[in-house]
């Protein structure tokens, strides 16, 4: 188990509301004690008395979901320089890496940037044991000896592996090659077969530079080690935890797939968007452009910006007078930097077998000393609370562009503001607390300081990061999908393959998840080889199942014929219910960050929101500013 | 029949499994899951005037509409109509999308025989039976969990707990029980507390997971 970090303790367990909402806690009473503590806080906010009472209760996991206020707009600043000796979120977050690999820490920190109670108690620790004064602040003496001893930590012990051979090695040398640039891609199965013998070949040749001997040695991996990090397994934290070490693969790309043949820009002008941060991009372009004589750049389409754009158009596009996905492409490839920009996003996005969309709106400024980037909405139901507005900056504010050449630096603000036309977001905002999603939010969840942060990560584009496919995980994250359990059950995969087929058969999800969880079936390689054993069997024609009656009515299932790709035949041949969202989590891959399924997959290093969900805005930024703009923390 | 309109969601525990089936003389009926207004079999007759209104916006329907993309997360919504078969409104907010929406909580005033939440006292949970006739359920374990909100949905707390239950029975007209709650929440105007209530009921051979909640509205600031 990780432990999530932050200024109190008993910080709550998260996850975004369209991901599932069990492995919660069992319940537990609450002792007396709690009572009173609950009670203060009920008051006011939490006082110190109060919080003292929490602090000797800490552990008590109902008080872990007492709710704290909201954090204040602005988000999460950095960490004051006097706690955290000046360091920024991105030097604390490799700190807290550092500290749980060397297991100064009482569990693995979560990677949160964030210089909380628990960093400090392990820069403490680590200090008391080399011989450093205990001040529990990161101050250089403390870092470079961190770093010293980061360095001496034993490398992962290698085992060579050959054709035939199974388990997590192979799995870590699969995703290596992956990461290396494999094709095909392989399957992080855990098996060396004759597909991952030929990639260790090519490798061999391409990047050893040796007659090829079709085995993974020390020589393969000592090249794999150095050219791409992570594939291991380490025990983090004084409690000796094992962490799988993500493996780097190639570039993230957290946004939904663009629908084929959208346009990124709202339709603007007459008939479309006629103020606002469109009407400014488009002003901005026109000029660059040579709009003669030049426009006010005032957000207002009025006749001297139609009658420019109108010039731009004569010869390219048809001249309409309206910036459509025509003008915009012409205009885009004429002048692609802008100081404000709006977008219009329609993208799709696979999850759990079955196909979700969106048209994601917002919009984005380059200011003198830092970005914004806003997700208007037009909340319609009922009224939203004013804390929603606090959860985005708070949980998204953390990052600034770094211009590594220059050194330029532009922090990265997020708003939710309200607000209504053509460049909102619609939501509805409803009584009770059910399963939010991007266009449904609910007054009475409890966990809305992490729901709300992420459906807003759905209308500035990003997708869901739980429930995918190997290939979507790679992408989406940047990393390969983790190796996880390789051993797997005493059944064998062909098996448990039948089994689902015959679940599926018998149009039972609870029959699906007792041959694959009840078998004892994990994510990861193993689970990955019963998909592959899955699309191998036959296809089977399901008949249409009637409904039964009741009470309760039982819905009756449409006639449906299996395709042999494993979630998309769950989606489609077993009822919505629990098991058969549980049977499709152990046969793919889910995050843990915002975007992931923060209540099942807990990953001290990919939590919260990340880098990748920003890298849309560090292309922005070097089309405006020039450079190569990445993330990092504050 | 005028429709029949579900509602599921398999990521959420106890799953939604909502459902309405309107017929052609305005007999409504369906089972929902999670209902702050309770949970289990409705049955009842809808007003002509409604009954009109809906019958008007389905027989406008002649085909299905073509299927648009669920928004992530959203739940699975099936409209099943004489003239189209069933076919996902997911997304939808036409007329015919939002009426049948509609008809799920309007369901919830023809109780036969259902159980709902009340919260009469501080320290209390109270399931009530609701509707005419007796259903079985399972209360072996019944979870109890508790949000106390401050002004317009601020959070001020949650609290959770287990309670054994009497085990599997029968619940008919006029039957309750009472659950206890320990939970110290001010007698404050501002303060508002919303409950939910697991457990299952059964038929047959089989359970079926149910949320029964407690979920008084709370007025947004002017």
Redesign the interface.
Known sequence: MTAPEGPIPGQRIVK???????NVP?????PAAG??A??R???SAPSPAALGDLMQLAGNS?LA???LP?APAGGAPPAPAGLAGGATGSEIADLQMKLSRLQASAAPLTEDGKFGPLTEAAVRTFQGSNGLEVTGQPDAATRTAVDTAFAALSPPVRVQVALGSTGLDVGFAQQKLNAAGATPRLAINGVFDNTMLGAVIAYEIVAVHRFPQGIVDATVWAALDAGTQGGFVADEGASNTPIEQLTPSGTANAL?VQVAGTSLHPVTGVGGLTSGPAVHELQQKLNTAGATPPLKDDGSFGPKTRAALQAFQNGKVPVTGTADAATWAALDAAAPATTTGSISRTW??V??G?????TSNYSWEIQKTRMVVTAKVNFVG??P???WFGHVPAKWNQFQGVDPATGRTMPIDFQMTRGGGGDSNTVEVK??????????WY??D?D??NTIPH?YG?LIGL??EYQLHPADYVRVTGHEPPVGDAGGPATPPATIATGIQAAMVARS?VAAKAATVGAGLKPGAYAQRVVAEYALLAPVNLAAVAEVP????I?GL?AFTTTGEVLSDLDNAL???????DTIQVLSYSSGSIMGDQSRVKDPHDHGAQPRHLAQFMTILGQALGGTWEARRR | MILRF?I??????????E?VELGDDGTIS??R??S?AGV??FAGRLPEAELAEVRALAGAVRTAPAP?????????ETLDLDATG?YSIA?SRDGLAVAARWLVQRLTDFP??AVTVTHPSPEVARLEHRGTEPLRLDLTSV???A????G???????????IGGPGEMEAGPGWTLDLPL?????A?PG?TV?L?VDFA?R?GGSS?PVEA?Y?P??E??E
Request: charged letters at 20%; zero cysteines.
């Open positions: 975004p509301a369209d991901a599932p909402d069990t069992g319940p537990l009473r609450l009572n009173a609950i009670a806080l009920l008051q109902l979901r007492i709710a909201s939904g799709d996005e999850v759990g079955a196909t979700y969309g969106l009922l009224a609370p004013a804390a009584r009770g607390n059910d399963r939010a999603n991007a266009g449904e007054l009475g409890t809305a300081a459906e759905h997708q869901d999800g009741g009470p309760p009515k819905t449409p009822r919505d219910d629990l098991p058969r969202y | 579900e599921t969601n398999g990521s959420r525990s106890p799953a939604l499994a459902s369906g089972w899951t999670v702050p289990g079999w648009s993309l669920a928004r992530p997360g959203a739940s699975t069933p997304g036969r025989a979870a109890v969990s949000a106390v909100w401050r317009y949905y601020e959070p001020a707390g949650t609290w959770s707990g287990v320990e939970i110290d929440a001010p404050d303060i919303h939910a009921i038929h079926m909640r979920e509205d709370i947004a600031p």
